[in-house]
């Protein structure tokens, strides 16, 4: 199915905001688009009259993606993350640098190209930031990652992914070490503001929510 640069943009926010499985609200889409309520509602809209239906959304409700709503999104997904692996393994680029790349190249990109980039890739699983890649398929494999806000002193993990696109944090993350593939472990905990103390590469960080609630980590038993 063919759709519009800005229908992929709705359809990958629409799949984000509801992974936790509650609807979207038109207010949510609104900020992450940085755009009016308004303009959001008169395009769900839309997207709930298509044929087939790529959303359901009912007001004061919110939307959810149709099973070929979710498709759509997966399919954008998966050039996104695709060309983000390409850009660093291929060309060079450093993880903050691709993700605006990967953003005007993911509407444009044929299905030949996807399956030249992954073949070329050797299919992974994971793209720089250790995001998980659609499958050919369209399916998201399982995630059973832990938030690094959720560990307590003792506990050792190492790191899978950073739900990150800001280029500053990527950076500070980077020059912590604090990237896809490095254990870590915890020795302090504040309760006061929930701040964690991280042992990483044999130096020690302390990380604030803003840090802890966007890096994910696989434990260890």
């Known amino acids: 199915m063919k759709s519009s640069a800005s229908i992929q943009d709705y359809l990958k926010r629409i799949y984000d905001l509801t992974e936790n499985?509650?609807?979207?609200?038109?207010?949510?889409?609104?900020?992450?688009?940085?755009?009016?309520?308004?303009?959001?509602?008169?395009m769900i809209q839309k997207l709930a009259a298509e044929k087939p239906a790529l959303v359901t959304y009912q007001k004061h409700q919110g939307v959810t993606l149709t099973t070929a709503g979710k498709r759509a999104a997966l399919e954008v997904i998966r050039h996104h993350r695709l060309i983000e692996t390409w850009l660093v393994q291929t060309l060079g680029y450093s993880w903050d640098e691709v993700h605006e790349e990967a953003e005007r190249l993911e509407h444009v990109i044929s299905e030949d190209l996807e399956q030249r980039i992954a073949a070329a890739l050797g299919n992974p699983a994971r793209d720089p930031h250790g995001e998980l890649i659609p499958t050919e398929d369209l399916n998201m494999p399982a995630d059973d990652c832990t938030p690094l806000a959720a560990l307590r002193p003792n506990q050792a993990a190492t790191i899978l992914r950073v739900n990150a696109h800001d280029t500053n944090l990527l950076r500070h993350l980077d020059s912590l070490g604090l990237t896809p593939g490095i254990q870590i472990e915890v020795t302090d905990y504040s309760s006061f503001d929930n701040n964690l103390t991280v042992k990483v590469q044999g130096?020690?960080?302390?990380?604030?929510?803003?840090?802890?609630?966007k890096i994910f980590v696989e434990t260890k038993e």
Request: glycine share 10%; aromatic share 0%; no cysteine.
């Open 21 to 42: 499985g509650s609807p979207a609200s038109t207010n949510d889409l609104a900020r992450e688009l940085k755009i009016k309520p308004a303009s959001v509602t008169g």
């Open 203 to 213: 130096k020690t960080a302390v990380l604030g929510l803003n840090i802890t609630t």
